[in-house]
């Protein structure tokens, strides 16, 4: 049964601007060590670093309204075989997140499904 969905689309730039004027701060405010690492060992990690936040902010809307959630609460990591998953840290939360993420060089998106577990 489907609980909520969310989907999000970000400009790979606006991104890359958040990291150049704030950098660290930026990147420590939204993202996780893993995450962090994750990008970085790109080529081309403002792309990855967008895809992740466009998969936050689809997750947030399928949740809710009523979620008081942060961006560390949610951590974007890739399964053994690429597939992008959530690990949320609301003990509370016993649902399952269904999440698909994709960027091109200017754009990233991603959708999120909220499914009973």
């Given at each position: 049964m489907i609980l909520g969905t969310g989907i999000d689309i970000i400009e790979v730039?606006?991104?890359k601007n958040a990291i150049d004027r704030w950098g660290e701060h930026f990147l420590n405010h939204?993202?996780?060590d893993e995450e962090i690492a994750y990008a970085?060992?790109?080529?081309?990690?403002?792309q990855h670093f967008a895809a992740r936040f466009a998969a936050k902010e689809a997750i947030l809307k399928a949740i809710g309204d009523n979620a008081h959630v942060s961006w560390k609460d949610m951590k974007i990591l890739n399964d053994k075989n690429g597939k992008p998953y959530c690990?949320?840290?609301?003990?509370?939360?016993?649902?399952?997140?269904?999440?698909?993420?994709s960027h091109t060089h200017d754009h990233a998106t991603a959708n999120a499904i909220?499914?009973?577990?």
């Open positions: 730039e606006r991104i939204v993202f996780c970085k060992k790109h080529k081309y990690p403002h690990v949320y840290s609301d003990k509370n939360f016993k649902n399952k997140i269904h999440l698909s993420i909220i499914t009973k577990e």
